[in-house]
């Protein structure tokens, strides 16, 4: 009986093991490594799990994933680093999907702008903002470079971050933060100067957000076009171009009308 047992138990973990992600890339550079990093989420915060893969060809393979479980790829690549980051929202309540409109996302940038006008950090940009006229998903850099008190910090260090925001509008007047979950890092660093001048990393939204489950384990993206990763912190649109990011803090005197 203790052998049956054991073997069901063996068995349902590799069923719960059992899923996969795939894609053909073309890359400008040489992929040296790949993961899938699993979004955990608990009562005490998101937090991420990596899961290594292989490069075989043009092919990024990563076996023996969880279902039930969201993934964003990490690609480390001679050039630098390529995240993906989950852009995606609920539907809005209308039957055709209603974009978000340049209005919504300067109610959403007054909010950040109040948020973080005594907060922590010193400068806050959004690098890239999606969704619909009732969710919205922003990615949010934020660095402080003034020295911080307590905390093990060295003197001369700063404190930078990537985070994930998510807002909601349901009743299409008053944007707010999602009450479920605000907000989860994506990247967060202690670094001196001389590191933060030499990050090269490039969010890609299509990379982000794979979501694996009982009637899709295991997933192909297809065929990606990899970013080229630049110097600096920067995100991509859907075909691989630059986003134009938004500076939030110092405040600007007025948003931009695109």
Known sequence: M?????????????????????ATVQSPSKINSIAAIQRQYTDEGVFGKSFPGRVDGDQIIIDNLPDGATYDLHIETEQGTIEGWDAQVPRSDY???????????????DKLAAYFEKHYPDDVVVLDIQGNIQNAALLVAQLRRRDSVGGGFKPGEWAWRVDR??????????????????????????????????????FDRRLGGIRLDADHAKR????????????????????GSPTKPIIVKPRPERWPQE
């Open 165 to 202: 925001f998510q807002y909601e509008n349901p009743q299409e007047h008053n944007w707010a933060p999602y009450q479920e979950r605000p907000f989860y890092a994506l990247e967060r660093r202690r670094l001196f100067e001389k590191d933060y001048a030499a990050l090269r990393i490039t």
């Open 220 to 239: 192909d993206l297809g065929i990606i076009q990899l970013p080229v990763v630049e110097a600096g912190v920067h995100a991509v649109n859907a075909e």
């Open 95 to 109: 039957e055709q999907e209603q974009p978000l409109s340049i209005e919504g996302k300067h109610a959403i940038f």
């Open 2 to 22: 203790k052998t049956l047992a054991l073997i069901m138990s063996l068995a349902l973990a590799a069923a719960a093991s059992a899923g996969g992600i795939r």
